[in-house]
């Protein structure tokens, strides 16, 4: 196992929860730390972009809170997404808000920039990028991050196409610090092979969706409940960078998920206008033919907890 920083070294179980864009909220940041998982949320959820100073200070009090209530079992830390990508002109203001509060753990993604490593590292924080091939990982820690998410195929959202097992071998081939493995993870088995594969932590996602907690619609966590792995999409349309989508989403917004289009690259927009019109495309990994039925954050947790202790007890069987 890596040596893992302060903030990522006595987790009750090695799982992030990934920042999914729109749907994460101070609610499920919250009850995924009090469960015992990194919760994490994008920065650009909190809109207008005063909402962030609100939301940061409700996270950081109510965890303070639980943690003077439970000396014994403490909240884990949490996390803030940064889109360092040109479209997003909120960066440097989101960055500041987060200084102010001295966020523990930064996510940052498409793009990775020595001096926000260093302001983040200036107040104790750590950083973790993003990436979906070994190229943009030697990039990241050669730029300062401490250390890596690892988008495999499968994930939700913005994902790569490398399969986990070439993706973390390369990466350990040569990087010895802290590594989160992410596509299509949604059981406690599941984290307990990524561990295997070399992975610090698994990032989760799109089971969290179907959480009570979570900023979803009714329909929306019905679909994940729903589907399965065939009903994901992979495309570049909505966002300039390829993701995996639900269909079934695709197709309420009257297009055809088998016939989609290229989008130009070169137009890549997360946080203005265009994001808005593409909000009823519902992002999704391949992992969430496990997902049946909708619950609360700390349920979802305990069971990924009770299997990860069945997959280990297995393994030594």
């Given amino acids: 196992m890596s040596r893992l920083p ?63 209530a439970h000396p014994d079992n403490p909240a884990a830390p949490f996390a803030i997404n940064q889109i360092v990508h040109k479209s997003n002109d909120r960066l440097e203001h989101d960055l500041e808000v987060c200084a102010r509060f001295k966020v523990p753990i930064i996510i940052t993604s498409l793009g990775a920039r020595e001096d926000l490593n260093q302001a983040v590292h200036g107040w104790g924080g750590v950083v973790l990028h993003d990436i979906i091939n070994n190229k943009f990982a030697h990039k990241a820690i050669e730029k300062g991050a401490d250390g890596l998410v690892a988008v495999a195929t499968g994930a ?113 927009n997360f946080g203005g206008d265009k994001s808005k019109a593409w909000k009823d495309i519902w992002g999704c990994g391949q992992g969430i033919g496990t997902v049946d039925k909708v619950q609360t954050t700390a349920a979802f947790v305990a069971q990924l907890k009770q299997e990860y202790a069945a997959a280990r007890q297995r393994l030594l069987a």
């Avoid at 609610?27 to 650009?44: D, E, F, R, S």
């Avoid at 596509?183 to 996602?205: C, E, H, K, P, R």
């Avoid at 495309?235 to 998920?257: C, E, K, W």
Wanted: glycine fraction near 10%; charge should be negative.
């Fill in 6 to 68: 302060g903030a990522l070294a006595h987790l009750p179980l090695p799982i992030i929860g990934s920042p999914l864009f729109i749907i994460s909220n101070p609610q499920l940041v919250i009850a995924q730390c009090q469960a015992g998982v990194v919760g994490a949320m994008p920065a650009l959820n909190a809109r207008p972009a005063a909402q962030l100073e609100d939301w940061l200070a409700e996270i950081t009090e109510t965890l303070a809170a639980y943690n003077l």
């Fill in 156 to 268: 939700g959202g913005h994902a790569g196409v490398k399969s986990p097992f070439a993706l973390i071998q390369e990466i350990r081939q040569w990087f010895d610090g802290p590594v989160a493995l992410s596509g299509a993870i949604s059981t406690g088995g599941a984290v307990l092979a990524a561990q295997a594969m070399g992975a610090d932590f698994a990032y989760i996602g799109s089971a969290f969706i179907a959480t009570e907690e979570a900023r979803a619609s009714v329909a929306y966590k019905q679909a994940i409940v729903d589907g399965d792995s065939d009903d994901i999409v992979y495309s570049n349309l909505f966002t300039g960078v390829h993701g995996n989508y639900l269909a079934p989403s695709i197709r309420a917004a009257g297009m055809d998920p088998d016939n989609l289009p290229e989008s130009d690259p070169s137009k890549m």
